[in-house]
């Protein structure tokens, strides 16, 4: 995933399993906003990622590929530095799409963000 907006941001994969993805982001320089906290853009890159790696997950690789439909996100409490982690769980799986909801918390397990992303199950072209 070199040279892609997961390595630029820091996030670091630590979990996956079927319909379960957890990864971690730093707060620091990178995904800071000039007022000095976690910028909201960085927080939806985290839970798309998660969103995405889980449902690539759950494709037949060889004739489907997935992309983001809508995601949405409530930033709850500002966060200036540390580590945040996501945890992402799926929720439905249909034929073209899947939902996922994640959640993103600090070092303590207080929820910084939370949000909901649909993902679109994509035939791939042979």
Request: aromatic letters at 2%; hydrophobic letters at 40%.
């Amino acid at each position: 995933m070199q040279e892609t907006l997961i390595a630029a941001l820091g996030i670091e994969l630590s979990h996956i399993e079927d319909g379960r993805v957890i990864a971690t982001m730093p707060v620091d320089r990178r995904t800071r906003q000039p007022f000095g906290i976690l910028h909201g853009g960085a927080s939806v890159a985290l839970a798309e990622t998660v969103a995405s790696v889980g449902a690539y997950e759950l494709v037949d690789k060889e004739t489907e590929a997935v992309a983001g439909l809508e995601i949405n996100a409530n930033h709850v409490r500002p966060k200036s530095d540390g580590t945040v982690t996501a945890v992402g769980t799926l929720l439905h799986r249909g034929k073209t799409t899947m939902v996922w909801d994640i959640k993103i918390t600090d070092e303590q397990d207080r929820l910084i963000c939370v949000s909901r992303c649909t993902m679109a199950i994509i035939k791939r072209k042979k």
